[in-house]
């Protein structure tokens, strides 16, 4: 499924990606501020669509299903990618998932692991280069 672009595109453009087992809070804390920011503004400051690495639906930790807009290497990106795997982090951590960050990361402006979403970008060697400092 490819996500259409006959439409104008209005607010930045955000990629939020799933996996089975993600959590819900960790969901709400990223997708229900934006919300809450087009409703204040009365326009469209923000649109989301949620993604999976191979369109199928996911189910979050509590059981909640969540059905796709698209596969991520059908979405055409935009200004975020944010990445959300939550729980199975380590299970999630294939060489296929890899390789669809890779090749999308290139299409969003920024990528953002939440939760353990570093994790998977690590392991996609997205994060080499960049260090951390205590202090």
């Not at 104008?8 to 229900?32: K, W």
Request: with cysteine; glycine share 10%.
């Amino acid at each position: 499924m490819q996500i259409s672009q006959k439409s104008p595109i209005t607010g930045q453009q955000i990629g939020v990606l799933l996996f089975d087992d993600f959590s819900n809070h960790c969901l709400a804390n990223a997708v229900e501020p934006l919300r809450a920011a087009n409703s204040l503004a009365r326009k469209t400051l923000y649109q989301w669509h949620f993604l999976t690495v191979d369109g199928g639906p996911v189910t979050s930790s509590s059981g909640l299903p969540v059905l796709p807009k698209a596969r991520l290497s059908d979405h055409p990106g935009g200004d975020i990618l944010l990445v959300l795997p939550s729980y199975g982090h380590l299970r999630h951590s294939t060489p296929g998932t890899a390789r669809a960050l890779r090749a999308a990361a290139p299409r969003f402006s920024l990528v953002a692991g939440l939760d353990t979403g570093s994790w998977l970008l690590a392991a996609a060697g997205l994060l080499d280069g960049y260090h951390h400092s205590l202090g």
